[in-house]
């Protein structure tokens, strides 16, 4: 009998227990700069034996504003997603969601690609890029004299 808990309205259980269970909570930033942290670059990587393959998701980019690029073993994409405001005469913007700015994502890869071959693709919000290897120079053997 000593764990007895006084009821309090305000501290309903089952509130604290569906709470997100129906429908996923919607976080609104405070300030800009937290809704900045929130675009992102997804990728998804693959490789084979001749290179490798990147599937990247931006969405709501133009293809003029997307830029990659090759350095190496290291690849970088980044794209600039701008503000187009249009509010005709007599309407009022209630809320404003849609993120802009500008984004960038680099990753390294395990061997250097051919930048002269390489190729990207954007449509419907993916780019899509073909990155083949570059041939390694082989070791070569020398005889001793």
Excluded: W
């Amino acid at each position: 009998m000593a764990n007895i808990l006084r009821y309090n309205p305000a501290d309903n259980a089952f509130d604290d227990l569906f709470r997100g269970f129906f429908m996923r909570p919607v976080r609104f930033p405070a300030r800009f700069d937290e809704l900045q942290q929130d675009i992102q670059i997804k990728l998804d990587v693959s490789e084979d034996d001749k290179g490798y393959s990147v599937h990247a998701e931006i969405p709501g980019v133009k293809k003029e504003d997307i830029h990659v690029s090759i350095d190496g073993s290291q690849v970088t994409i980044s794209a600039e997603v701008k503000n187009e405001k249009e509010i005709k005469e007599g309407e009022k913007l209630l809320r404003s969601e849609r993120c802009f700015g500008k984004v960038s994502r680099a990753f390294v890869l395990d061997q250097d690609v051919d930048e002269s071959t390489a190729q990207a693709k954007y449509a419907d919000g993916v780019l899509e890029l073909s990155l083949p290897k570059r041939a390694s120079a082989k070791s070569k053997s020398i005889a001793v004299q």
